[in-house]
Nanobody, 118 residues
Framework: QVQLVESGGGLVQPGGSLRLSCAAS????????MSWYRQAPGKERELVAH????????NYSDSVKGRFTISRDNAKSTVYLQMNSLKSEDTAMYYC???????????WGQGTQVTVSS
């Protein structure tokens, strides 16, 4: 059975940092592009960052460039999102996504809540 389990969310003050983790199982992790999405209440889900299968290439939304870093460890079947200089507008549920090269297979985690507030 395919599973993506996010962890590391929580409450943090503006300017603080968090590191999210997504542990994958039930599929060949190294064959999948991994992404982080987020969704705030009343908003559409948006792509935050993605990383290619071997970790050679990464992309970020403009709103998080320079502050967030996505990485992966294929030996551990885990993808990470390091979030620095957090802002209140980063508050959202963060979701881990796995997609194959053709977009035919796509899996989602259940999310981890990030709240940035003083």
């Amino acid at each position: 059975q395919v599973q993506l389990v996010e962890s590391g969310g929580g409450l943090v003050q503006p300017g603080g940092s968090l590191r999210l983790s997504c542990a994958a199982s039930g599929f060949i992790f190294s064959n999948y592009v991994m992404s982080w999405y987020r969704q705030a209440p009343g908003k559409e889900r948006e792509l935050v960052a993605h990383i290619t299968r071997a970790g050679v290439s990464t992309n970020y939304s403009d709103s998080v460039k320079g502050r967030f870093t996505i990485s992966r460890d294929n030996a551990k079947s885990t993808v990470y999102l390091q979030m620095n200089s957090l802002k209140s507008e980063d508050t959202a549920m963060y979701y881990c996504n796995a997609a194959d090269s053709w977009g035919l297979r796509k899996y989602w985690g259940q999310g981890t809540q990030v709240t940035v507030s003083s």
